[in-house]
């Protein structure tokens, strides 16, 4: 396999502002859901490291930027956080609003490209106090919000992104219980897939309309993230593990790329759902707002596939149909710090799958990375971490990247998450995904790690095999 980065393959750094920012009382910032979280119950981090502290990008911003420009990255994407920019009138907050006018100014100033995204799981307490996604009235204030931002940096910023990992909040905090609020209700989680996917088709209709009044750089584009686990069942499978993959796949990947590419959602997953008394409430002119959904390109995150088989149980303890069940393959290599499968070649089949059934919808990959606990183990004598795992990690993955787009695959560049280690949610700092190293025990001091020579001698070569 020939491996070289096209001179146009874009190379850039991923993060989020919840996951960095810190300074979670400062300038006016509201209380957002991971604050809550925090408050009511500490001891559910890693190390009780709540979300106050981020990696202090609120005051680190220029010297991240400027070590992005270093390693030769050419893009960066952060989010704005909805409780920093907005009050609780839905007003713009402009002690918030200045804070990303500077992030904007030195992004340009070191001619790295912004892209921005508007929403990393990050709701406003005071709407989740309102019913969060389950209330349509928090997707017209995420509407609100929306328009208010590409209209306050529509001249600052190209790359616009609604969402992040939609599939998330409906699976972490309503289907698995795993975050707060806890709650494992099928349907509880499908309606708030439903009003994430309203909340997508409104902010993009925003987009569309502060472009037609100038509000927006005329070659402004507007995206969706998503993480688009490609799913597997078993080499031999009933005709019951393909059905499991069919709605896996449907309900997790198709219901985002039919959105994006086609305004509308999967037909046979919506009576499936019908079916099992999980569809969720469709109202009259809802199809119209659907068929707005339509976006420029698409993130890809990627960091495991989804390996499926038929349920062992039918139904579930509310008693609503079971549609899979997890499979481990016996031949999976895993990062162990993580729980998550290792499968480069998951990269090449998303990018094929594109390839084939939406051919017209460019991407990126928009995140990948490996995080790995207790780093400290792998300092060499100068105290500089050797984590020959991560190059190793990326390296694969951008060799399967460059297969797919020598077989057709329309993937126009890679950032990598985590660049600078940063909070992982309810894991805090427990596995360290960065190729910077940031030391919480020393001001937030940041230091290269060996990958990221490494990464920096890629983009060098960019056009040159990698080595
Ligand atoms: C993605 C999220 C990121 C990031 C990453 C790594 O799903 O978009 O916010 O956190 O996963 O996962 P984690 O931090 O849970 O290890």
């Known amino acids: 396999m020939e491996l070289r980065l096209p001179k146009d393959f874009f190379m850039g750094a991923a993060m989020s502002g919840p996951q960095t920012e810190g300074a979670y009382r ?3 910032k509201l209380e957002n859901i991971w604050d809550t979280w925090s408050d009511l119950s500490i001891s559910d981090f890693y190390n009780k490291v709540g979300s106050y502290v981020g990696n202090n990008f609120y005051e680190k911003y220029e010297e991240d930027i400027k070590l992005f420009k270093s390693l030769g990255l050419d893009s960066f994407r952060t989010s704005i956080q ?4 907005m009050d609780q009138d839905q007003k713009l907050n402009p002690e918030g609003a200045d804070f990303y006018h500077k992030v904007c100014a030195c992004a340009k100033e070191q001619r790295i490209e912004l892209f921005m995204n508007l929403y990393h799981f990050d709701m406003p307490a005071y709407l989740f106090r309102k019913g969060g996604w389950e209330n349509r009235e928090v997707v017209e204030a995420y509407a609100t919000y929306a328009r208010t931002a590409f209209r306050e940096f529509g001249k600052e910023i190209t790359y616009w992104f609604t969402f992040n990992e939609p599939i998330v909040e409906p699976d972490q905090r309503y289907r698995d219980g795993l975050w707060y609020p806890f709650i494992q209700d099928a349907k509880r989680g499908m309606a708030v897939q ?12 925003e987009f569309q309309k502060a472009k037609e009044e100038g509000f927006l750089l005329p070659e402004a584009k507007i995206g969706l993230i998503n993480c688009f686990a490609p799913p597997y069942t078993k080499e031999d499978p009933s005709p019951e593990d393909l059905e499991a993959l069919r709605m896996e796949d449907g309900v997790k990947n198709r219901w985002w790329l039919d959105l994006v590419a086609e305004g509308r959602l999967p037909k046979d997953i919506l009576e499936t759902l019908k079916d099992s008394g999980l569809l969720p409430d469709i109202r009259p002119g809802d199809e119209q707002i659907l068929a707005m959904g339509r976006v ?8 495991h596939p989804s390996r499926v088989q038929a349920p062992r149980e039918k139904f579930d303890q509310k008693g609503y149909p079971k549609y899979a069940d997890a499979y481990v393959w016996p031949e999976a290599k895993m990062n162990i710090y993580r729980g998550w ?3 480069p070649k998951g990269i090449y089949d998303f990018g094929m799958k594109m390839k084939e059934e939406y051919p017209n919808l460019k991407f990126f990959i928009s995140e990948n ?13 100068e105290g500089q971490i050797q ?7 990326v390296k694969e993955h951008l060799e399967w990247i460059l297969k797919a787009i020598q077989d057709g695959a329309k993937c126009m560049g890679y950032h990598y998450w985590g660049l600078i280690d940063n909070w992982s949610w309810n894991n805090a700092f427990k596995n360290r995904y960065g190729m910077v190293e940031v030391d919480l025990a020393g001001n937030y001091q940041r230091r290269w790690k060996k990958s ?10 960019r056009e040159q095999e990698i080595s």
């Open 387 to 393: 984590d020959d795992y991560r190059i190793e990690f």
């Open 296 to 303: 420029d390109w698409l993130g890809f995150n990627y960091y």
């Open 369 to 381: 990375g490996m995080g790995v606990e207790h780093e400290d183990r792998f300092r060499d004598k």
């Open 452 to 461: 990221a020579a490494w990464i920096q001698e890629v983009i060098r070569a």
């Open 82 to 85: 909805w409780s920093r920019l």
């Open 26 to 28: 400062t300038g006016g």
């Open 341 to 343: 499968e290792i499968y």
């Open 194 to 205: 439903y009003h994430l996917s309203l909340a997508h088709c409104l902010a993009v209709r």
